[in-house]
Nanobody, 121 residues
Framework: QVQLVESGGGLVQPGGSLRLSCAASERTFSNYAIGWFRQAPGKERIFVATISGAGMRTRYAVSVKGRFSISRDNAKNTGYLQMNSLKPEDTAVYYC??????????????WGQGTQVTVSS
């Protein structure tokens, strides 16, 4: 059973930065794309970013492009989401997932428990 553990969430002021981490128990970690999704209260879970297994390809949601950066360290079985210039509308629970490279939730078979990000002054 693949386990994913997110960390790095918290409270930050508008314009601030956070880096989320996603640690995986899967030995074949590099065979999977990593996806980051977020879900705000009362809203659907939406795509944020994805990175291919070898880290050669990335895609971002329009709302975060230029502010967020996805990366991975396959030697550490860990993925990252660097979030800069945060806005109140970025407030959500952020989830990492492993699976096929895609921008929709069904592409990913393994999910973490989520980490709360709150952007507020």
């Amino acid at each position: 059973q693949v386990q994913l553990v997110e960390s790095g969430g918290g409270l930050v002021q508008p314009g601030g930065s956070l880096r989320l981490s996603c640690a995986a128990s899967e030995r074949t970690f590099s065979n999977y794309a990593i996806g980051w999704f977020r879900q705000a209260p009362g809203k659907e879970r939406i795509f944020v970013a994805t990175i291919s297994g070898a880290g050669m390809r990335t895609r971002y949601a329009v709302s975060v492009k230029g502010r967020f950066s996805i990366s991975r360290d396959n030697a550490k079985n860990t993925g990252y989401l660097q979030m800069n210039s945060l806005k109140p509308e970025d407030t959500a629970v952020y989830y990492c997932a492993l699976g096929a490279e895609g921008t929709t939730a069904p592409a990913y078979g393994y999910w973490g428990q989520g980490t709360q990000v709150t952007v507020s002054s």
